[in-house]
C-alpha cells in the first residue's frame, strides 16, 4: 500500500493560486500581494510565501527584490524551451508504456480515452469551464499511464511540468474553441497506436499534436504582443 501525505496548506494555497494563473484570472506582470491573499484566504503571510516559492518553482511566478512576487511572462523564448522538452518527456513516457505492456494488455486506455471523449462530447463549446474540464481530464490519461510506466523520477518531472504547460494549453483552447474536439482526436489516435504496439506511430502522434499545440499558442503570443 502507497503512504501518501495529506496536502500541506502551502500546496493548497499554491494550487489555489496557480489554477487563477493559469485561467488567467491573474494576468503576466500582476503582483501577487502575501497580505491580501492571507486576508482572503484567511492564512498566515508565512503559509503564502511559502506557496509562492512553490509556484516560483513552478514556474508561474517570479519574486523580486523588495518587488515581490509577480505572475510570470508567457514569452515566445519560454514557451519554445518548454515544449521542447516536454514532448520529449511524453515521448518517453509512452515507449516506456509499450516496453512493459503489450497492446493487448492496453485496454485500460481506451476506456481512459472512452472518458475523455465523453467529457468532450458533453461539454457545450460556450462553457466557461469547457478548457478547464478537458485539460483535466487529459491528465487523467497521463496519470493512468504512469500507473502502467511505474517510474516515480519521470511521473514526478512530467507532474513538475503540469501548471506551466496547463497555462499554455489553456490560452490555446480558449483562443481556438475547435482544440477542445482536436483534444479528442489526439487522445484516440494515441491509443489506437497504443493498442497497436507501434512506438514509432505513438511518438509521431505526440510530436505533431504537441508541435501543433506549440505553433497555437505562439501564434496567439504574437497576436497579443501586436
Known amino acids: 500500500m502507497r503512504f501518501q ?32 491573499v ?4 484567511n492564512v498566515s503571510r508565512g ?13 508561474l511566478v517570479e519574486i523580486f527584490p523588495r518587488r515581490g512576487a509577480v505572475v ?6 519560454s514557451v519554445n524551451a518548454l515544449y521542447d522538452i516536454y514532448i520529449d518527456l511524453l515521448c518517453m513516457l509512452g515507449r516506456k508504456v509499450l516496453e512493459r505492456w503489450s497492446g493487448s494488455e492496453l485496454g485500460g486506455v481506451m476506456s481512459q480515452v472512452k472518458e475523455l471523449q465523453a467529457v468532450i462530447d458533453a461539454l457545450n463549446s460556450n462553457a466557461t469551464d469547457a478548457a478547464e474540464q478537458v485539460i483535466d481530464a487529459g491528465f487523467g490519461v497521463m496519470r493512468y499511464a504512469y500507473r502502467l510506466v511505474e517510474n516515480p523520477f519521470l511521473e514526478e518531472t512530467l507532474e513538475n511540468f503540469r501548471p506551466a504547460i ?12 475547435s482544440e477542445i474536439a482536436e483534444t479528442g482526436t489526439f487522445f484516440r489516435h494515441l491509443a489506437d497506436a497504443a493498442v497497436k504496439g507501434d512506438s514509432a506511430l505513438l511518438e509521431r502522434v505526440i510530436q505533431d499534436f504537441g508541435e501543433h499545440q506549440r505553433a497555437q499558442v505562439l501564434s496567439i503570443l504574437t497576436e497579443e504582443n501586436a
Not at 492571507?38 to 484566504?41: D, P, V
Not at 503559509?47 to 514556474?59: C, K, N, Q
Not at 510570470?72 to 523564448?77: K, Q, Y
Open 47 to 59: 503559509s503564502v510565501r511559502e506557496a509562492l516559492l512553490i509556484l516560483e518553482r513552478r514556474h
Open 5 to 36: 501525505a495529506p496536502e500541506s496548506l502551502s500546496e493548497q494555497i499554491a494550487q489555489h493560486i496557480g489554477q487563477r494563473i493559469i485561467v488567467r484570472d491573474l494576468k503576466p506582470g500582476e503582483r501577487i500581494q502575501e497580505l491580501k
Open 72 to 77: 510570470s511572462d508567457l514569452t515566445p523564448d
Open 166 to 177: 496547463s497555462r499554455t494549453y489553456y490560452v490555446a483552447l480558449e483562443h481556438f474553441r
Open 38 to 41: 492571507a486576508g482572503e484566504l
